[in-house]
Structures are given as structure tokens and as C-alpha cells.
């Protein structure tokens, strides 16, 4: 668990390189600037682990790219106190950046290891979001309603459980699309029945997956 000057020192040039692509939100780039992400992979990718790419996490994961991490959080326009719902824990690391940005977090993980994997790693970090192993379809309806919902993984479309469980006045920033690319959409529910949708350009998340055979 050891944090290097090399490590910081890599850290503020990522944020240096998050900043250059366009991420403005001074809270979201602290953020990415105090959280070890090196602790958040496999040994192997020590030394990798600052430059602006994802990488493999297992079961055929991965940890978003820093820029898209940043992104997505830059949409979401979080506040302290807001209650946010994650869709796909994956290392834990979004769930971090919400957190030090003061959320009250809420993540689900399809896959078991991941989500065992990530709530040791966040408790030995001294991180308490609210974990759950579960289908992120189905979000959670106990917990609801939320300030935000964040996707981080490919959405074929929409999931109305999810438009259900935010507020209104509330955000969801979600990649939609089928097969490799999908659009970053922002949707802002007007009222119980009615959202604003925005468009955010392309991205390449792993899918949202169903449920398991
Ligand atoms: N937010 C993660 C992080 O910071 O490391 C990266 C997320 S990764 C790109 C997408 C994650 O969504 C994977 O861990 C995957 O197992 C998970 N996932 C896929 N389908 C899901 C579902 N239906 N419910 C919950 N999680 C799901």
C-alpha cells in the first residue's frame, strides 16, 4: 500500500494530462490528483499505471481511462452530499473519486471477485462507499431515489429501472450503444415522466452485461 514521491509525481502529470484534454472541474482533477490509482491494478502495471489508458482489472475488465473517469464525473457536476449510484464497481476506483469529491456513493458489481476484490482494497484504503454484488439493470431500488447515476460500462439502451430510481431535478451519465462504441449522454429528469438528454461524442466502454447464463 505504499504511495511514492514517484507515484505523486506521476500522478500530477496525469492530472496535467487530464487537464490538457479538456477536464475543467478543479474538485474532479483533486480528486484524481490525491488517489493512488497504482493500488487499484495488479503489480505488473506499477510502473504504467498514471498513463491516460485503462487497463485490465480480470474477468475481462477494466479500469476506465483516467480521461474518462474525469469525464463522465465532469458531467455528473457532483456535490458534496449528493447520493450517487454507480452501475459496474469494476477496482472501485470511480467509486473513490466520488467519494473524495464528498458523494454519498452507492456501487453495484456484477461479477463476485470484482466486488470482493474491490471492497477489501477500498476498506484497507479507508474508503467507505456503499458496495453491493447485484445486477446493475435493476439499480437499487431500496436506496432510491438518487441526486445521480453513473454507468461505466456499454448500455445497449436506457434501463427503466434506473430513470425510475433518479430524482428529479436529478443527472444520469450513461454510454449507449451496441457493439464497440457507444454515445456519453447526459439526462436530466424534468419530472417523473419527462428527461433532457444531451450528447457527449464516442466513447469505447466494455458492455453492460445481463443476466448471467
Ligand atoms: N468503474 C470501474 C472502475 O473504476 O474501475 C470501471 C468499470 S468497467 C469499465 C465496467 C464494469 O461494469 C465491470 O467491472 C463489469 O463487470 C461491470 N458490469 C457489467 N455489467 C454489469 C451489470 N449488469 N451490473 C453491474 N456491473 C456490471
Redesign the pocket.
Known sequence: MTDTYRHQGLRRKLVETIKSKGIRDERVLDAIGKIPRHL?LDSSFTEIAYQDK?FP?G?G????QPYT?AFQTELLEVKPGDKIL??????????CVLFEMGAKVF?????RE?HKK?KALLNKMGYTPKLFY????KGLPTFAPFDKILV??GAPEIPDDLLKQLKVGGFMVIPVGKGGSQVMFRLKKTSDSEFEKEEFGHFR??????KKD
Open positions: 487499484f485503462p482489472i474477468l475488465q477494466t479500469i476506465s473517469v454507480e452501475i459496474g464497481t469494476g477496482s472501485g476506483y470511480q467509486a456501487s453495484i458489481e456484477r461479477h470484482l474491490s447485484g445486477d446493475g439493470y461505466t460500462a466502454f466494455v458492455p453492460l452485461l445481463g
